[in-house]
């Protein structure tokens, strides 16, 4: 949380908005420059489908090598459980991101000193599209939003930690939450919400961003059950 770095996908080349480019950046919130140029790019056009410029990238997450490791993540590239070392200049974490038009999730190591990328795994959102993940470090769990093309439902996954399972060290769904009745119909992209250690009556906010802003807000506010609610 204190690191000066942001990560964002990017989903068309700025040069050319028709022309998709599904991207990874990281920029530094440091100095005092009013544009911040990124540092680094993980462009993954070449190991995603096709998709046109405004329907690519649109989710991401970051979660920890000491979560993933506990969890026994299966690195479907290897066939063997996730190991950090195995991915040189990663940092400490690896980054999910989303796709728009297929509801599909992927799972990357990035290489900082090179560009270079490795996916993970990969799996279905549930749904047909998928807007935003967030990664709720006090349950272990991955969210994925998708917005009114689903009336706002969001689907939750944990990495299944019985090694007898068929799904052992995949991500599996475990549970589907409606959004408030009142921003069902709305363009909702973005989601967030505050840890469980600010909890007050078994509850914590959460926040999601319109695209659209409708009847002129942007941002909307409600609470979510704290601990395991599944």
Known sequence: WTGPEMYVVAER?????????????????VGTKGVLDATHEWNLTGDLPSF?????????????DTFLVERRLLAESKHTPYDPLAYPNHGTGVFFVSVDATGMIYAYALDHSNGTFTRLTSFSSGKAYSTDLIFDRDLGVL??????RCEGKMTVFEIDPDPASSTAGRFVLRATVAAPAGIRGMNMEGFVMAPDSTCS?????????DDRESGGYAIRKASLPCGRFF
Request: net charge negative; proline share 4%.
């Open 13 to 29: 080349d700025n040069d050319n908005n028709d022309v998709p480019r599904q991207s990874i950046l990281r920029y530094e919130l």
């Open 143 to 148: 969210w994925s939003l998708c917005d009114n």
């Open 201 to 209: 009556g078994n509850l914590k906010l959460c926040y999601w961003a």
């Open 52 to 64: 046109v410029s405004n329907s690519g990238l649109e989710g991401i997450a970051w979660v920890p």
